[in-house]
């Protein structure tokens, strides 16, 4: 058994001046001034956060939960609510903790954590039977292949997704959730399932009964609609935001927004607590335990220019405006706290599409869309750089490494036609039969959405090598028509075959370019995140630099360096890890208490 666990409930009868988690259902508005002490602190309101108070609650302890945004939530609503489980309880019979092992070992190039690694495969587990034993509804996601699917060990099914979650319970606290990631809306107002995402993407097979599903029971749902536009129904993110709060409702634990972390304070014997501003007003909140779990720096400039290997933006980044900005890395360093990893994100490919009011909207994600026939990528050289179909995180290394190599790439184009662009949708951009150029915003087209009659005049207008460019294209259209390609193994892997057009042959992620118009829009190095931060043990410790734990003082998620290094293992890798560490993080936290 790993030195995380605490295998029975633990209460020590601590005091902390923090009435209102004591059981119960009342929906008391506890305000920061009230409370003045409590067993553990937890920094953040993401699942990581929620899943730290939850279980420090179980075991008995004295938990507030802050927030320093007006909304909670984090960077978990923006996600897919995916968590990458190995041999969860629907896999026992396929899966195995060595194969789990031999896989992150494998696409860590032996640069992870051993002790770490163990951990996770040991307890994540058990964290989601947690998590479903407080009400959060979990599915197996069929066919949801690993990242490096070519790798030993690979899987599919690791995907545990959270089923759709009705928020009229929260009562008026669905209001102060943070609104979900923008492209997960269509037209605004349906909030897309987990289960209609694909057949809408694609007009797959039951396409038109889940459309038909969204609408009708967005119109149905008569009282609501007369409260508010927004859907009650919640999916992804916000649908497991939505099971954890309600949890944290049934159990009274305070969530104080507008509090933002200021300094981690210490006495002789560890952590005392934590200084926070409420609203501009600065006061003490004493706890023998803190809990980091405030994401990382994506949102600070700054920093972001300090660390990262290349410069990208933060308008780029695919994380909440404003909200990462690296407060909890800094507090910690402020107490002699190291840090590792600080090189590396969760990168992702993102676009930057205006709002209707000409106003900036959070960029938009390209996750799937790479993936589909039709379309490819390039550098402003007008050369392909990458298998267009493989997952974010290495489409992302992918632009770097092509960056340092022709110093062409960041941002880099991706290419298509009218095919392409009548069948599918490009992130929150709906497909031609849906939405045809005639309708977009005037300012897009040869501004955000470049379009041409011939390769030549799209090259002109992109400033690309035309030459290059349709040699480039004329190739693309080669592989179409043989179903292989030479250059980069495009629809080899099962991960890319799992995001192509199974309609489409002889390999459903490769198809000509052939057919004008043709399109061309620019593609940044966006990310989910920074991966770097404050570095901890296997019991989710915050190390100072001597390699000692800080004592009380624990962090997860984006607030410390990854698990994965420089790798990205499977969907729902992030929340996984940093929901686990948690979970493991307040088991010894608990336990330490006890012996006190």
């Known amino acids: 058994m790993m030195s995380g666990i605490v295998p029975a409930r633990i209460s020590k009868g601590c005091k902390g001046n923090c009435a209102a988690s004591d059981g119960g259902e009342s929906n008391k508005e506890i305000g920061v001034a009230e409370i003045t002490s409590a067993d553990m602190v937890v920094v953040g309101s993401g699942l990581a956060g929620m899943m730290a108070a939850l279980r420090g609650h179980e075991l008995g302890l004295k938990v507030v939960l802050i927030e320093k945004a007006s909304h909670y939530g984090g960077t978990s609503v923006f996600s897919g609510g995916g968590i990458w489980i190995p041999n969860h309880r629907w896999l026992k019979c396929t899966d195995t903790p060595a194969k789990a092992l031999t896989y992150l070992r494998a696409i860590t190039r032996g640069q992870g954590d051993e002790r770490k690694f163990q951990v996770f495969i040991e307890m994540a587990p058990i964290m989601s039977e947690f998590a479903m034993s407080l009400g959060a509804q979990l599915f197996m996601l069929e066919g949801g292949p690993d990242y490096f699917s070519e790798f030993e060990g690979a899987m599919t099914g690791r995907q545990l997704s959270p089923r759709d979650y009705v928020a009229k319970p929260l009562g008026d606290e669905f209001h102060r959730m943070r609104l979900a990631y923008p492209g997960f809306y269509v037209a605004g107002r349906y909030h897309l399932s987990i289960d209609a995402l694909g057949p809408l ?25 007369l409260k508010t536009k927004r859907d009650s129904r919640l999916s992804m993110g916000a649908a497991f935001i939505g099971y954890m709060r309600k949890a944290m409702q049934e159990r009274n634990i305070p969530l104080l927004l507008n509090t933002r972390l200021v300094s981690l304070e210490e006495s002789d014997t560890g952590i005392a607590g934590v200084r926070v501003s409420h609203n501009g007003n600065e006061r003490m909140i004493a706890a ?56 590396h994100s969760w990168w992702c490919p993102s676009l930057r599409l ?9 960029a938009g994600q390209l996750i799937f869309e790479r993936a589909r026939p039709g379309a490819m990528c390039v550098n402003r050289l007008g050369r392909r750089f990458v298998n267009e179909a493989c997952s974010y995180d290495r489409f992302g290394h992918a632009m770097i490494a092509d960056h340092e190599k022709t110093g062409a790439n960041l941002p880099c184009w991706m290419i298509f036609d009218a095919r ?15 939405y045809p150029d005639t309708w977009l915003p005037k300012e897009y087209i040869d501004n955000i959405l470049y379009r041409a009659d011939t390769i030549e005049d799209l090259a002109r207008k992109i400033e690309i090598d035309a030459e290059a460019l349709n040699q480039s294209v004329q190739t693309m259209n080669d592989y179409a028509r043989t179903g292989k390609d030479l250059d980069f193994g495009r629809g080899d892997f099962i991960y890319d075959q799992a995001f192509g057009d199974k309609r489409h042959g002889p390999n459903c992620n490769l198809g000509p370019i052939d057919k004008a118009p043709f399109y061309a829009i620019r593609v940044e190095l966006g990310d989910l995140g920074t991966k770097g931060g404050l570095k901890v043990d296997e019991c989710a410790r915050v190390l100072d630099r001597a390699g000692a734990p800080i004592k009380g003082l624990y962090a997860t998620g984006n607030t410390t360096g990854s698990l994965f290094v420089d790798t990205y293992p499977g969907p729902g890798s992030t929340l996984a890890a940093s929901m686990t560490f948690a979970y493991v993080g307040v088991n010894h936290a608990a336990a330490s208490l006890l012996d006190r």
Request: no cysteine; hydrophobic share 40%; glycine share 10%.
């Open 201 to 225: 993407m694609n007009r797959s097979k039951g396409w038109i009964r889940a459309a038909f599903k969204l609408v009708v029971g967005y119109w149905l749902d008569w009282p609501w609609r």
């Open 288 to 343: 023998p335990v803190v809990m980091l779990a405030a994401g990382g720096f994506d949102q600070n400039q700054a920093m972001r220019d300090a660390f990262l290997p290349v410069r990208t933006e933060t308008a780029n980044s695919l994380t909440p405006p404003g909200g990462n900005t690296g407060d909890a890395i800094r507090a910690g360093q402020a107490i002699g706290a190291a840090i590792e990893n600080m090189g």
């Open 354 to 362: 205006p709002a209707h009011n000409n106003m900036s909207e959070p």
């Open 420 to 434: 392409y662009r009548h069948k599918y949708n490009l992130s929150s951009l709906l497909p031609g039969w849906l």
